[in-house]
């Protein structure tokens, strides 16, 4: 019910930073809890990042903690992965994704609605 748009990927060098979007739209309440999961090729997906409904709390998995910052922008229904210090590793394509919840969950399985997925590419 929800539609997500994923935006800002691309490719840079190994210790840069990239901002990804994702913005909202469709029938929903105004706060859902929004979460960041990624899949290399040939490699199940895993969860990144992810935020509650309010903004009062943030998970990060243990490879991207101190590096990643998830944030949130109600007024325009949009949630935020900072990237820094970007790793070689961290090549994948990122998917944003939204809970019928306000609680955050870093189980996929957990999440209703996805976007289409956006490149990220780091070289070495």
Not at 38 to 57: M, W
Not at 65 to 85: C, E, I, P
Not at 89 to 97: F, I, L, P, S
Request: with cysteine.
């Amino acid at each position: 019910q929800v539609l997500l748009v994923e935006s800002g990927g691309g490719l840079v060098q190994a210790g840069g930073s990239l901002r990804l979007s994702c913005a909202a739209s469709g029938r929903t309440f105004s706060r859902y809890a929004r979460g960041w999961f990624r899949q290399a090729p040939g490699k199940e997906r895993e969860f990144v990042a992810a935020i509650s409904g309010s903004g009062g709390s943030t998970l990060y998995a243990d490879s991207v903690k101190g590096r990643f910052t998830v944030s949130r922008d109600d007024a325009k229904n949009t949630v935020y992965l900072q990237m820094n210090s970007l790793k070689p590793e961290d090549t994948a394509v990122y998917y944003c994704a939204a809970r019928d919840n306000v609680a955050l969950h870093s189980n996929d399985r957990r999440y209703d609605s996805w976007g289409q997925g956006i490149q990220v590419t780091v070289s070495s």
